[in-house]
């Protein structure tokens, strides 16, 4: 890390883009991860009737997962930061 007067620079390429949105990136990695979010719902042990906050809910491939496990006695509460998220979930 670098510091440039009172701005720091870093660059260990974590890909932070702050250019416009693409779901169809996120779609595509709920799709892959499907399995692994099917585990962790059971691993959680979410119940019909559960009340369920998920924040930084991305696109809603796991909030899906979580709305079919509390069902419709249940209630899920996605927030994310980026609008354009919460409307493709």
Excluded: C, K
């Amino acid at each position: 890390m670098t510091t440039a007067g009172s701005h720091q620079q870093h660059g260990h390429g974590h890909g932070h883009g702050h250019g416009a949105y693409d779901p169809s990136n996120l779609l595509r990695s709920d799709a892959f991860y499907s399995g692994v979010y099917q585990e962790i719902v059971d691993w959680l042990e979410i119940f019909p009737g559960a009340p369920v906050l998920e924040a930084g809910s991305g696109a809603g491939g796991f909030t899906a997962l979580l709305a079919e496990a509390v069902g419709s006695a249940g209630s899920v509460a996605a927030l994310d930061m980026t609008p354009e998220l919460l409307q493709t979930a």
